[in-house]
């Protein structure tokens, strides 16, 4: 059974930087892209960026582009969001999320056994 716990959130200035983790267990990540997508109260959830099973693609939603980088070391069994120039738009809870059973990134969004518990990320001045 997959297992999936983020860490790195927490509290950051604006212009501030924060790197996200995402650990895996109970099944290798090696087959599928991993997505980061993100909640904040009273908005829609949106994906964020995903990075496809080998490491060679990436993608990223327009509000992150330029300052969020994703990245994986499927021998590590993690992914990564390297998260830079914060904003506080960017505040929300961020949820690692396997895109089983494709090896690419797309717009399908997995049922919940393949998220992780999420972790909060607030930006304030």
């Known amino acids: 059974q997959l297992q999936l716990v983020e860490s790195g959130g927490g509290a950051v200035h604006p212009g501030g930087s924060l790197r996200l983790s995402c650990e895996a267990s109970g099944l290798s990540l090696d087959y599928y892209a991993i997505g980061w997508f993100r909640q904040a109260p009273g908005k829609e959830r949106e994906g964020v960026s995903c990075?496809?099973?080998?490491?060679?693609?990436?993608t990223y939603s327009d509000s992150v582009k330029g300052r969020f980088t994703i990245s994986r070391d499927n021998a590590k069994k993690k992914v990564y969001l390297q998260m830079d120039s914060l904003t506080l738009e960017d505040t929300a809870v961020y949820y690692c999320v396997a895109q089983v059973p494709y090896y690419y990134c797309s717009d399908y969004v997995p049922p919940t056994n393949y998220w992780g518990q999420g972790t909060q990320v607030t930006v304030s001045s």
């Open positions: 990075i496809g099973s080998s490491g060679g693609t990436t």
